[in-house]
T-cell receptor, first 116, second 113 residues
Framework: AQKITQTQPGMFVQEKEAVTLDCTYD???????LFWYKQPSSGEMIFLIY??????QNATEGRYSLNFQKARKSANLVISASQLGDSAMYFC?????????????FGSGTRLQVQP | EAGVTQFPSHSVIEKGQTVTLRCDPI?????LYWYRRVMGKEIKFLLH????????ESGMPNNRFLAERTGGTYSTLKVQPAELEDSGVYFC???????????FGPGTRLTVL
């Protein structure tokens, strides 16, 4: 069964510094996708970045990058140059591609607080 | 382009009452998903529609939950009768194709007293 683990319930970072949010996953499906979502206090879920299991390079989107280590089954999110607006909950999620199911499996989330 | 919308944003009901949540996906998105996050736990998948058909309802917790998507446009999720443990945030998401990114709505916060 697929599983996502986020071991950091809360993180603090100083404004303008980089921060890494951890995510490990477990799946027996060789084809899968990994996602990160941001949930600010307003409640909406905002898609940040995607990594496919067969992608050769780590995904990057602006200040977000995904440190994908397939052998270790980890997909950590790196936010560079943190901003106050980055304070939010962050969820790692996975979707298996070969099973036919399209449901996302989520981790428990990490609450990031950016301090001035 | 309008995003996924959900109504209401908040609902407070008493145990035993009925509540209906609505989701309007992004126009043209055939795939519609319902998820929920109960207090302190992970976001869990409930079900997946492709147009008006239920593709996967393996996450529906019990028969008190009924989801419909008549006409393949908006969807409703009815909880009848509501129980205390149903409290949480119910998210709807939609995607254009099965492999595409899922866009989430703002969620409906349900409180059952």
């Amino acid at each position: 069964a697929q599983k996502i683990t986020q071991t950091q319930p809360g993180m603090f970072v100083q404004e303008k510094e980089a921060v890494t949010l951890d995510c490990t996953y477990d799946t027996s499906d060789p084809s899968y996708g990994l996602f990160w979502y941001k949930q600010p206090s307003s409640g909406e879920m905002i898609f940040l970045i995607y990594q496919g299991s067969y992608d050769q390079q780590n995904a990057t989107e602006g200040r977000y990058s995904l440190n994908f280590q397939k052998a270790r089954k980890s997909a950590n999110l790196v936010i560079s140059a943190s901003q106050l607006g980055d304070s939010a909950m962050y969820f790692c999620a996975m979707r298996e591609m070969d099973t036919g199911r399209r449901a996302l499996t989520f981790g428990s989330g990490t609450r990031l607080q950016v301090q001035p | 382009e309008a995003g996924v919308t959900q109504f209401p944003s908040h609902s407070v009901i008493e145990k035993g009452q009925t509540v209906t949540l609505r989701c309007d996906p992004i126009s043209g998105h055939d795939n519609l998903y319902w998820y929920r996050r109960v207090m302190g736990k992970e976001i869990k998948f409930l079900l997946h529609f492709v147009k008006e058909s239920k593709q996967d309802e393996s996450g529906m917790p019990n028969n008190r939950f009924l989801a419909e998507r008549t006409g393949g446009t908006y969807s409703t999720l009815k909880v009848q009768p509501a129980e205390l443990e149903d409290s949480g945030v119910y998210f709807c998401a939609s995607s254009h194709t099965l492999a595409a990114q899922q866009f989430f709505g703002p969620g409906t916060r349900l409180t059952v007293l």
